[in-house]
């Protein structure tokens, strides 16, 4: 059972950066098996629906029309693949099926479509979660009627970061679609990118925006940066290496993301690729436990089945099992 939720301010999430390293980690991990079963994981996978071509201007992002990085647009897939990469994300042991799609928002007449592929995706027996950009209150209640378990919206970095990454939308605007999803009785997944330039007062800022949420996301996923020439973020950091996240202190935002977000799934999400198995171990030592698994991420790299498969038999992990609800018969 969960203890009861503790409000963190922001210089108690601090304190807890400073705390000497093998202590932080030995408070994550104690947090984690209170809450958690010990040595389980869940597997996710991740399949773009629908790449490239999005209006917003994330500094980041590959998938953004206003950055040359070389990446071609598709159109949003057919139904069919996607329930054949659902089956095959099932038979190698994922129990969570996630759908992203790079637009703004969708269209109302994408909406058909996507809400065929949560109930077929459900009736496999497998979690859904869903990426598309920013709802309406509408959009939320259709995606809720399907049976979607989860909605991803991440806030990618702090309020006062936020403005220097991404101008075409606010932060408000990311809270706003939130609340929506919430409001339609959907969890919610919500993260960010470490690695941007950012400092650790950044860090703290951003998990304080996710543990004050009056419901704190039940998963959070951490990315670390993969920089892709042609992305804005690419060309600054190019030059400043130092900008970039080392793996201390990555470890130690997944400990201090596990201890102020007990109940939720904290999640290794893009640039696990480049990690070592040393510093994956001390990331779920300090509370992660929950991985993308396969060898793609929308347009990024990723570990790969079977480099995963190694590093949980030396670990001693097994795959978390998850059951999803069935989903509504008809409407």
């Known amino acids: 059972m969960h203890a009861p939720l503790k409000r963190w301010s922001k210089a108690e999430i601090a304190a807890l950066f400073d705390l000497p390293f093998l202590d932080l980690v030995a408070r994550?991990?104690?947090?984690?098996?209170?809450?958690?079963?010990?040595n389980a994981v869940q597997l996710s996978t991740l399949l773009s629906i629908k790449t490239g071509g999005c209006a917003e201007d994330c500094?980041?992002?590959s998938q953004s029309a206003h950055h040359e990085t070389g990446l071609k647009a598709s159109k949003l897939m057919d139904a069919d693949t996607v329930l054949a990469a659902a089956r095959e994300a099932k038979a190698g042991g994922s129990g969570r099926f996630c759908m992203g799609a790079a637009w703004r928002s969708p269209k109302e007449r994408d909406m058909p479509a996507l809400t065929a592929m949560v109930r077929e995706v459900k009736a496999l027996g497998l979690e859904t979660c869903m990426t598309l950009g920013m709802l309406s209150d509408d959009q939320a209640g259709q995606l809720a009627d399907a049976g979607l378990d989860y909605y991803n919206h991440n806030i990618d970095t702090s309020p006062e970061?936020?403005?220097e990454l991404i101008t075409t939308r606010t932060f408000e605007d990311r809270l706003d679609t939130l609340d929506r999803v919430r409001n339609a009785g959907i969890s919610v997944c919500c993260g960010g990118i470490l690695g941007m330039g950012?400092?650790?007062?950044?860090r703290v800022s951003f998990l304080h925006a996710l543990a004050a949420m009056p419901t704190p996301p039940e998963s959070v996923p951490l990315n670390a940066l993969v920089p892709i020439a042609g992305t804005p973020l690419a060309e600054i950091l190019k030059d400043v290496p130092t900008a970039r996240i080392d793996d201390v202190e990555f470890v130690r935002t997944v400990a201090v993301a596990r201890i102020t977000m007990p109940a939720s799934m904290v999640r290794l999400s893009a640039g696990r690729e480049s990690m070592g198995d040393t510093t994956q171990a001390l990331c779920f030592m300090a509370g992660a436990n929950s991985i993308f698994t396969g060898d793609r991420l929308l347009t990024t790299g990723n570990a790969g089945e079977d480099r995963d498969a190694a590093l949980f038999?030396?670990?001693?992990?097994?795959p978390m099992r998850v059951q999803a609800e069935a989903a509504p018969s008809c409407c």
């Open 59 to 61: 500094g980041y992002c």
């Open 198 to 202: 950012e400092s650790r007062e950044d």
């Open 313 to 318: 038999a030396k670990l001693g992990l097994t």
């Open 161 to 163: 970061k936020y403005g």
């Open 28 to 38: 994550a991990h104690e947090v984690h098996r209170a809450n958690f079963p010990t």
